[in-house]
């Protein structure tokens, strides 16, 4: 959040407060008490400190000095996925939009986890300690307790613990190896090396487009520096990666490192001019745009997916393979002889009869082409699956001149084996495909290592130095604090405030925001404990639960 929106947000902050607390003071409490001086008192200087903060975020806004984009110290993937999550621009999310905003990163929390880190890491991590009521309660973070608290968790828990093992063993990592790999995972160069992949494959389209004889290359030199110069790209990309895991056994745990390396290794084979039937190797160049499936996640998504519903796929593809196995049988059993002396007869409505050549262009009679062994009988079957112009060439043949005037059982055959085939087998291998591509949810956290993560951040705080405040800075305790606003607020009054000073109201209105809701809980408790709670006009609401006890009647 910019200083110009906190001004904004803390003036319309104070300004609830002030209706709230004259709310409350026209109400029941001036019926039961009487006015309230220090109310009044409280609303003035409230209102003054909220028009000295709109009054420095002017001030800075003319100098050119608010500050645009993520605060100082906040990441802007952070900062992003903090203001996406956070719809109401309040500044802070709770437990189930914090859940949310980790799944932005891939982290899995549950509603109770994501509750339990608020309550203790919050109170610790947050810049805005008024989200912390006078109980030590907090269910709420805001933009530096997330920051803070996300890398905490990717410190704690690492996505790839192999950054720290190397080729020299374990948490033995190679000098700058964590920095190489942080660089060769940023996003930019991702997309820069994507956009080398797709421009090699732009290449090899216009070669084989305007220069198609690989024997009389009329731009070989052209061709020949493209080449050489992605294949050096690629050779560092390759280096890079492999020194990001140390030159290490995890490097080979991924088949894209795999296949990486093979189609890299063959463009440097063919940069040594090396000749004979190796050659042929360069075919594979038109493999290189698969790289781009580990590079863009939208694509590596959908690689992924097929490549997990292989299994169940794989068992509808067997259960539609014996299905096949079965219908060819029975077509070379039923039609083989078909047309075998070179001729079939038809019968029409009329009872004229036709005989039609059963010779096919290539010399065989209908049956034998078609149906004369198992395997062909599959090919035919599988042009029938494929809808290729089977009706016609296939199945009317043999539903006229069959059986002639008895199609029953030829039209039985074809239609259940469409059916089966085509409608059934096939839509239950695209519902398997579908089921994978649903996205999983990322990974939870453990309660374990929630715990660890609490403990970790109680103690880094604990280990961190304490800032060395001034003598006019300090808090010593609450009774400090309010008549330090007290001596404010009259000044307020009388009109002798001096002169603005922004680090002084920055101060201010830390220890006022802190007070408001310790003054807020007292007033629920007053509410509770001397009149029936009743709903009043405006926009005064119950209570907030940090109030102490319940109410024990009038």
Not at 39 to 46: E, G, P
Not at 258 to 267: A, E, K, Q, S
Not at 308 to 318: L, Q, T
Request: hydrophobic content about 45%; some cysteine; overall charge neutral.
């Amino acid at each position: 959040m910019s200083e110009e929106e906190a001004a904004i947000a803390i003036e319309n902050r104070y300004r609830l407060h002030s209706r709230r607390v004259l709310a409350r003071k026209n109400g029941e409490l001036s019926k039961k008490w009487g006015a309230t001086p220090s109310l009044d008192m409280f609303a003035t200087f409230s209102s003054r400190v909220s028009s000295a903060a709109a009054a420095r975020a002017a001030h800075e806004r003319a100098r050119g000095q608010v500050k645009k984009g993520p605060p100082e110290g906040i990441a802007l993937d952070v900062y992003k996925a903090f203001n996406k999550i956070d719809k109401d621009h309040s500044g802070v999310i709770e437990a189930e939009e914090m859940v949310q905003c980790l799944k932005e990163f891939q982290r899995g929390v549950t509603n109770r986890q994501a509750r339990r880190l608020i309550a203790e890491c919050g109170p610790l991590l947050n810049e805005n300690k008024g989200l912390v009521d006078s109980d030590g309660h907090c269910d709420a973070v805001d933009v530096f307790g997330f920051a803070k608290l996300k890398a905490t968790i990717d410190v704690r828990l690492v996505r790839e613990p192999w950054w720290n093992d190397s080729i020299r063993g374990k948490n033995k990592p190679l000098p700058y190896q964590r920095e190489v790999r942080a660089i060769y995972t940023n996003p930019i160069v991702v997309w820069s090396v994507a956009a080398v992949i797709i421009g090699n494959f732009i290449v090899n389209i216009l070669e084989k487009e305007y220069d198609p004889d690989p024997k009389e290359l009329q731009m070989k030199a052209l061709w020949d520096g493209f080449d050489t110069a992605f294949n050096a790209i690629f050779l560092v990309e390759l280096l890079a990666n492999l020194y990001g895991y140390g030159f290490g056994p995890a490097f080979w745990r991924s088949g894209w490192n795999v296949f990486d390396t093979i189609i890299t290794g063959v463009g440097v084979i063919l940069l040594a001019g090396v000749s004979g039937p190796i050659s042929q190797l360069k075919l594979l160049r038109a493999f290189r745009v698969f790289r781009l499936f580990k590079r863009i996640k939208s694509l590596n998504k959908i690689v992924m997916a097929l490549l997990a519903s292989v299994p169940g796929v794989a068992n509808a593809f067997v259960i539609l393979f014996i299905f096949f196995c079965i219908y060819a049988i029975l077509a070379v059993e039923l039609f083989r002889e078909f047309g075998i002396n070179g001729t079939y007869m038809t019968d029409d409505v009329d009872s004229l009869s036709h005989v039609v050549s059963s010779i096919t262009p290539r010399g065989y009679t209908h049956g034998i082409e078609y149906y004369g062994t198992y395997t062909r009988a599959m090919y035919t079957l599988f042009q029938v699956m494929t809808g290729d112009s089977w009706a016609e060439a296939i199945c009317r043949t043999l539903l006229f001149g069959l059986y002639q005037r008895s199609t029953l059982a030829v039209s039985f055959f074809y239609i259940s084996f469409a059916i089966l085939t085509q409608f059934v087998l096939s839509n239950v291998i695209v519902a398997v495909l579908l089921d994978n591509f649903v996205a999983p949810p990322p990974a939870g956290l453990k309660d374990p290592e929630v715990t660890e993560l609490i403990e970790y951040v109680k103690a880094e705080v604990a280990k961190a130095p304490r800032p060395q405040l001034a003598p006019g800075d300090r808090v010593q305790d609450e009774k400090m604090v309010e008549l330090e606003l007290s001596s404010y607020a009259r000044g307020a009054v009388a009109g002798t405030v001096p002169p603005f000073d922004a680090e002084l109201v920055t101060r201010r209105v830390d220890r006022m925001e802190q007070s408001m809701l310790r003054l807020e809980a007292k007033l629920g408790q007053v509410l509770d404990k001397m009149i029936k709670l009743q709903a009043l006009p405006g926009e005064w609401r119950e209570p907030p639960p940090m109030h102490v006890g319940k109410p024990q009647g009038r």
